[in-house]
């Protein structure tokens, strides 16, 4: 679970970046993509905190 948890958090990192230097048209959708892997991960960080086992 870590691994996936890692591999979220590198994606919307790479989301944050392109924002950065995304034209003003693409910005709803970048915000939109980065807020839910956003979401996805603290969802994902909690599922781990209540069942250790799930942290492989």
Not at 3 to 16: H, T
Not at 21 to 45: S, V
Not at 46 to 51: A, N, P, R, V, Y
Request: with cysteine.
């Amino acid at each position: 679970m870590n691994k996936l948890i890692e591999a979220l958090e590198a994606e919307r990192s790479r989301l944050l970046n392109i924002y950065r230097d995304a034209p003003e048209e693409d910005l709803d959708q970048l915000d939109a993509k980065i807020t839910r892997l956003g979401q996805e991960i603290k969802l994902l960080k909690k599922q781990c905190e209540k069942s250790p086992e799930r942290r492989l």
